[in-house]
């Protein structure tokens, strides 16, 4: 495998990447910690705190003087949700010293600038910036009031909600408005500290990078040493929570301000075999991942009834969503053809080509996650968060062993869990 883990203490590991294709180097540190309704607003606000400033750059604008001497590096953060996990992701980008035009250490400062925000953050009397904790309230609250911009992503937000009533993945990893009035500075600080002795916390680093060099620099650094082991509060997806089955699919219709309908279902796969994941992801491409898909020709192409219509797989919860925007009276129409796809596969009525060309389209997928840093480093974290040790090649063999029998036994066990509808 090529990712090589190094445990830095315990609860904290290092994920090195060795790898000559970039000019560049990048880090990331990611803070795992479970979903929770008491406190997904506090980390998405906490997040956007942090960016702000540091002990030794105290604003926005001196990071960025920084980051401009060290010939235009980046840095980026976010928050978001993965499984039953809401995970603060810092990000930091520079170029390798190999590529410098003078002698320096380009690596180091990359290092010290990224470990700094997210663990010596700019205080003022022992606490955040009023006026920063005030200005991304404000930030928050525009995202959190901004997801129905998006109907589409909002439709799916809400069948997600539908199908995990008071249940950490149905939560909105931006939080919720009514939690904000409640955080002020010093609370949020005394809620960060107790954040930073619990989280599961993962560094990596991809680049051209000596690991002995890496390592020296890691436990030299000063916010490294003041780290604790312990025992990381996180939910391995193995054991996320499971959907409460209803004896018949939920319908949900709700009404807004829509030019077209956003038709939404939830689907659950009723298989706990870990190898049954690849099948699924073959079982979604035949259904939706694709132009040449199920739903793509009958619901779309042929009877002319979606503007769109596709299909993802969510691994972490082993859930599929079909998505179509439609005119709002092809309701009934659309779901007549999208449940006559969904039988034609528990029948088998798709041919080898088929699986074939879903199996290069995946493949080619696998095959591309090197050519990013950013989505090896996100191959890699979601192995490490899955409990898996699944290397890429071994990711191909397993997609190429799915037969077609196994994309029919598997269809026995998917399931409509939830409709939604919203309309104009």
């Given amino acids: 495998m090529k990712e090589k883990k190094i445990q830095i203490k315990e ?35 906490l997040t956007a705190v942090l960016r702000r400033g540091t002990k030794t750059m105290p604003s926005q604008e001196k990071i960025s003087e920084n980051l401009e001497k060290m010939y235009g590096a980046s840095f980026d953060c976010g928050v978001e949700k993965t499984g039953d996990n809401q995970v603060l992701k810092f990000y930091m980008e520079s170029l390798n ?36 904790v005030e200005g991304e309230k404000h930030t928050i609250k525009q995202l959190i009031k901004g997801k129905i911009d998006d109907k589409a992503k909002y439709a799916v937000e809400r069948t997600t909600e539908l199908m995990y009533p008071n249940k950490p993945y149905g939560l909105y990893k931006f939080g919720y408005l009514e939690d904000l009035e409640s955080i002020t500075p010093e609370n949020l600080y005394t809620h960060y500290q107790k954040l930073l002795q619990e989280c599961k916390i993962d560094i990596f680093a991809s680049g051209d990078i000596d690991k002995e060099e890496l390592v020296s620099m890691l436990m030299q650094n000063e916010q490294i040493q003041k780290l604790q082991d312990r025992k990381p509060n996180f939910i391995c997806h193995a054991d996320a929570s499971e959907l409460e089955i209803p004896k018949t699919p939920n319908k949900v219709t709700e009404s807004m301000n829509v030019s077209q309908g956003k038709l939404i279902l939830g689907m659950y796969v009723d298989s706990k075999k870990p190898d049954d994941k690849y099948v699924a992801l073959l079982y979604n491409a035949i259904l939706g ?88 480093i996100i191959y890699y974290y979601g192995q490490e968060i899955a409990g898996e040790n699944v290397s890429l090649e071994e990711y191909i063999q397993k997609v190429n062993a799915v037969t077609k029998q196994d994309i029919i036994a598997l269809a026995q066990m998917i399931n409509v869990h939830t409709v939604y509808f919203l309309k104009d």
Avoid at 114 to 124: C, D, I
């Fill in 11 to 45: 609860g904290i590991t290092l994920h090195y990447i060795p790898t000559n294709k970039f000019k560049n180097n990048m880090l990331a540190v990611f803070l795992t910690t479970p979903l929770d309704r008491k406190t997904v607003t506090w980390n998405s606000l």
């Fill in 97 to 132: 010293n190999e590529f410098l035009p003078e002698k320096e250490n380009l690596l180091q400062e990359s290092i010290d600038i990224l470990l700094e925000v997210v663990w010596n953050p700019y205080l003022e009397n022992g606490a955040f910036s009023r006026e920063y």
């Fill in 289 to 376: 991942g694709n132009a040449n898909s199920k739903l793509f020709q009958n619901v779309r192409e042929k009877a002319s009834l979606a503007y769109t219509a596709s299909s993802s797989y969510i691994r972490p919860k082993n859930i599929i969503f079909i998505k179509c925007g439609i005119e709002i009276e092809n309701e009934a129409k659309t779901l007549d053809i999208i449940e006559k796809q969904l039988q034609d596969i528990k029948k088998g009525e798709f041919s080898e080509e088929e699986i074939e060309i879903c199996k290069k389209q995946i493949i080619s997928a696998i095959k591309g996650i090197p050519e990013g840093q950013d989505t090896e």
